[in-house]
């Protein structure tokens, strides 16, 4: 009995490569609309062959003179999703993922300097699809629905990206 659990295991231990494909690293630039933050810088770490962790960082200035008045808004904002990916066919793929969004703002308006600053956090969705271009250039079209949980609006941002698939 115990050569036959010996032989199962060693059989479960040499097939576990066969399932588990190394993770990947995607580096590249999300430009996203709808209320987000713009152009993101964008990463994905792959945990396994079907799951994967997205960081994206935004930032947003604007400058606006309108009436002898000074608006300034700066802020930042970075998103940490949990993404389950399926295969439609070998480099084209669908996702959904959840995750969080966390940032700061800052904004002064006119010349009497009234500040108004703080953080934010949203609870975030994401659902999109990829194309793996045999190159290792990645293009993604994904929604991320962003639902306010402290001093933050709900938005849908829509994005398209550009990665680069490091192996």
Do not use: C
């Not at 609870?123 to 306010?148: C, K, M, T, V």
């Amino acid at each position: 009995m115990k050569r036959f659990f010996s032989i199962l295991f060693v059989i479960g231990v040499l097939s576990i490569p066969a399932f588990a494909q190394p993770a990947a690293h995607v580096l590249g630039i999300r430009f996203g609309s709808g209320g987000g933050f713009g152009t993101e810088i964008s990463y994905q770490h792959g945990l396994t062959s079907i799951n994967r962790l997205e960081l994206d960082l935004g930032f947003r200035s604007d400058h606006v003179h309108y009436m002898n008045q000074n608006y300034n808004y700066t802020s930042w904002g970075l998103t940490g999703l949990y993404h389950w990916v399926m295969d439609i066919d070998a480099d084209f793929n669908w996702y959904l993922g959840a995750g969080a969004k966390l940032g700061s703002w800052n904004y002064d308006q006119g010349y009497d300097y009234k500040y108004n600053d703080g953080l934010f956090l949203a609870a975030a969705g994401d659902i999109g699809l990829e194309y793996n271009f045999p190159i290792g250039i990645q293009l993604a079209l994904n929604a991320r629905p962003e639902f306010a949980l402290i001093n933050y609006g709900t938005v849908i941002n829509v994005g398209l990206a550009v990665r680069y698939r490091f192996r």
